[in-house]
């Protein structure tokens, strides 16, 4: 256990962000780092509890109540109460191939079901996992580790999102010669094209993704199986095919003038921003010229309406103010969410409650509200 008595002496402190004025200046992640001593009072707040419920990652009421992938929460938490930063690190990197993206992005059901959230606020799981593992690149502590021997099996796997990337690095360490394919020009599936810069660098991802290919793992980009190489061909090639193709389908609104110019799907604005700072004006080619998605669309001098107020219509938030559009409404079909959980929404549960994500705060601080409008059901576009 950290401290025994941590969880009475020390109060939560949420990690520093850089001010929403200054922030949407650019594409920059928007969080600062944490101060070492910091996060080892926070890590100090931990109870070592006898049933953990941070990392269970169980199913309750349809959502993942604790971490997914199980991670030893309490483990690490005290090692970084004690100053063992690298035991952390081998610790995290037990069960979670790339927390460095989990540190920045997870919604941290985690601390949603912290037992130390019951009675006040949860345990800053989050910031410390992030700040274990920037540490462990800081200091020189993660290289590539090629596996030991060869199995002399090949493995295809399709799709480069957080999925096919941790598909290849459990199958190379396991000896397998793994090739992972993706039909974008860049590796990261949405890590790369979908979530914003200023919410996950890319460099953050191409970090990885270069250790990944120095183990061993080799990525063959602006191929779509299927249509630029048959399966057929995959199946003959290698021993196994791992499909990880991800969702790509969006969620259409067929309303009433639906077809009227200036209304886009959300990936069609994400993904096009971000090609575009990464990319300027790369020419298409195969699948990127297919989908048609990939061209910019500026919001900047516009009247924009987000349609959904969840974690995508943030980062459309973000993305739009960081355009300097000329106001910006969002609307979400739900009603508000409490401030503090309904006695249908218990802990350990995820906790259904109002927040302002990145999004939200950064139009509060320049507008002075929150930019969602809720219960509202779009019925048609006029235009
Ligand atoms: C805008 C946005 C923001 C998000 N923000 C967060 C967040 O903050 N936190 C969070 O936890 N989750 C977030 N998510 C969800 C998260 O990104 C996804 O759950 C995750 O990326 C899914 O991983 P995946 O590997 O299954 O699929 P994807 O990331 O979609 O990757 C699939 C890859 O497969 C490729 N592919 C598909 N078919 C083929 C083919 N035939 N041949 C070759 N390649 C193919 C695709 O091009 C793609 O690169 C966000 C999602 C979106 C859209
Ligand atoms: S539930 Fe919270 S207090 Fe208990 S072990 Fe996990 S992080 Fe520590």
Redesign the pocket.
């Known amino acids: 256990m950290a401290k025994p008595t941590g969880f009475m002496e020390y109060q939560r402190e949420n990690p520093p962000d850089r001010a929403p004025q200054e922030r949407i200046k650019d594409w920059n992640e928007f969080h600062l780092p944490v101060l070492d001593e910091k996060l080892q009072t926070q890590g100090a707040r931990c109870m070592d509890c006898g049933i953990p419920f941070c990392h269970t990652g169980a199913l309750i009421s349809g959502m993942a109540a604790g971490c997914p992938v199980n991670n030893l929460i309490p483990e690490w938490n005290d090692l970084v109460y004690r100053g063992h930063w690298r035991l952390a690190l081998e610790r995290l990197h037990k069960t979670n191939n790339f927390p460095e993206f989990?540190g920045?992005?997870?919604?941290a059901p985690c601390e949603g079901s912290c037992t130390a959230g019951r009675m006040g606020d949860p345990v800053s799981i989050k910031s410390i996992e992030c700040a274990i593992v920037d540490k462990g690149f800081e200091e020189g502590w993660i290289v590539p580790e090629p596996p030991p021997f060869r199995s002399g099996k090949k493995v295809a796997v399709?799709?480069?999102?957080?999925?096919?990337?941790?598909a290849a690095a459990q199958l190379n360490r396991a000896g397998h010669l793994v090739t992972v394919?993706?039909?974008?020009n860049r590796?990261?599936?949405?890590?790369?094209?979908?979530?914003?810069n200023m919410?996950?660098d890319k460099k953050i991802v191409q970090r990885r993704v270069d250790l990944l290919a120095a183990e061993g793992v080799t990525f063959v980009t602006g191929?779509?199986?299927?249509?630029?190489k048959p399966a057929e061909e995959l199946r003959d090639d290698f021993d196994a095919v791992v499909l990880?193709?991800?969702?790509?389908q969006p969620r259409d609104l067929p309303i009433e003038g639906r077809k009227l110019k200036g209304i886009h799907f959300?990936?069609e604005f994400?993904q096009g921003n971000t090609r575009h700072l990464l990319n300027g004006r790369t020419p298409k080619v195969g699948?990127e010229e297919r989908s048609g998605y990939g061209e910019l669309i500026s919001a900047e001098g516009k009247d924009v309406i987000v349609i959904g107020g969840g974690?995508?219509g943030t980062?459309?938030v973000g993305t739009s103010l960081r355009h300097g559009c000329s106001s910006l409404v969002q609307l979400e079909i739900l009603s508000q969410p409490p401030d503090s959980r309904a006695a249908d929404n218990p802990w350990p549960e995820w906790p259904k409650v109002y927040k302002l994500d990145y999004g939200q705060e950064e139009y509060k601080a320049l507008y002075g509200a929150d930019p969602r409008q809720y219960t509202v059901t779009a019925k048609r576009f006029v235009g």
């Open positions: 989990t920045r992005v997870c919604p399709v799709g480069s999102g957080p999925a096919g990337l941790a394919y993706e039909r974008a590796i990261g599936g949405l890590l790369t094209y979908g979530i914003p919410k996950l191929v779509e199986i299927g249509k630029d990880c193709g991800g969702a790509t959300a990936m994400l699948w974690d995508t980062d459309c």
